[in-house]
């Protein structure tokens, strides 16, 4: 069984930074796919950004250039980190990954984080 543990949400004004990680823990050799999706109220789940174990990463256009996914695959850890964040980056953050490798056996499905609120405030 795989759970995801994420950490570093809060409150930050405009134009302020954070960062998000997320540890995977269980039977895991090694997991293709890390990354991050977010929610905002009334709103759908969309990708923020993905990171291949091979080095490829995907952000979402809204944030290029201002938020940076990277991991520690040693850790099984992925990070997201937000600078000049706006108040439209308020959501909350969900850590997932998929294609991992367990004992032997590769499970294809996407496993999730518990989310992390994110607010972007004055």
């Known amino acids: 069984q795989v759970q995801l543990a994420e950490s570093g949400g809060g409150l930050v004004q405009p134009g302020g930074s954070l960062t998000l990680s997320c540890s995977a823990s269980?039977?895991?050799?090694?997991?293709?796919?890390m990354g991050w999706y977010r929610q905002a109220p009334g709103k759908q789940r969309d990708l923020v950004a993905a990171h291949t174990r091979t080095g490829s990463v995907n952000y979402a256009d809204s944030v290029k250039g201002r938020f940076t996914v990277f991991r520690d695959n040693a850790k099984n850890t992925v990070y997201l980190q937000m600078n000049s964040l706006k108040p439209e980056d308020t959501a909350v953050y969900f850590c997932?990954?998929?294609?991992?490798?367990?004992?032997?056996?590769?499970?294809?499905?996407?496993?999730w984080g518990q989310g992390t609120q994110v607010t972007v405030s004055s």
């Open positions: 997932y990954v998929t294609g991992i490798t367990s004992e032997g056996v590769f499970y294809g499905n996407p496993y």
């Open positions: 269980g039977s895991i050799t090694l997991i293709n796919v």
